[in-house]
């Protein structure tokens, strides 16, 4: 993760970042990141500039401990939103079982 001073101009207020949470994520506000925790992952949100977001992604299930660059976003509302969306898919589309198993398991409870 690539390292940016804060410029008190970038600070966000708890105000500011409420208003955008809309998902009710638990958040840290510190001058202008913004530690999110999700119901899978830990991110960080840093504000680099007037309208520019850099978010960065911790697997919280691997255990490895680093953040990783995610996305670049205009805005926090999108931010927000982009985190809300990758729990909804992981949670409905990789931790899911296949269609075939999902059958299987089903037709062996029948017979059960």
Known sequence: MKAVRCNSAYALSKDEVCKSNKYNFKVTVVQNIIYVYSILDLWLIQKVGIKKFYLYH?????????YHFQQEF?????????????????????????AGLKNAYRKARRRG
């Open 58 to 66: 911790q697997n919280k299930k691997f255990g490895n401990k680093n």
């Open 74 to 98: 205009s805005n926090l509302d999108d931010t927000f939103e982009y985190i809300h969306r990758h729990d909804e898919y992981v949670l409905k589309v990789k931790w899911t079982l296949p």
